[in-house]
Nanobody
Framework: QVQLVESGGGLAQAGGSLRLSCAASGRTFSSLVMGWFRQAPGKEREFVARISWSGGSKDYTDSVKGRFAISRDNAERTVYLQMNSLKPEDTAVYYC??????????????WGQGTQVTVSS
């Protein structure tokens, strides 16, 4: 089992920045692919970004490319999502996720509880 705890959400103005963190426990962190998803009110949960075991490969959804950056610190067992140039449409609950596999279907096995990000215009 893997436990994931997100932090760093909150309120930001459009054009501002926030950094999300996700601390993992329960399994060797460097054996996990880590990702971020989000779910806006009334919408399905969507993929945002993922990072491979050592951080050598990263993958983003088109709407956040050039604005968001995913990174990880295996010594600290933490994955980050730096969000810049925020837009109101980035408002959502953001979820940290983990899986042992870097699959084409972006399927994840473990999930955090989520952290709210609200961007005001």
């Amino acid at each position: 089992q893997v436990q994931l705890v997100e932090s760093g959400g909150g309120l930001a103005q459009a054009g501002g920045s926030l950094r999300l963190s996700c601390a993992a426990s329960g399994r060797t962190f460097s054996s996990l692919v880590m990702g971020w998803f989000r779910q806006a009110p009334g919408k399905e949960r969507e993929f945002v970004a993922r990072i491979s075991w050592s951080g050598g490969s990263k993958d983003y959804t088109d709407s956040v490319k050039g604005r968001f950056a995913i990174s990880r610190d295996n010594a600290e067992r933490t994955v980050y999502l730096q969000m810049n140039s925020l837009k109101p449409e980035d408002t959502a609950v953001y979820y940290c996720a983990a899986t042992p596999n870097y699959n084409t279907d972006r399927r994840f096995d473990y999930w955090g509880q989520g952290t709210q990000v609200t961007v005001s215009s």
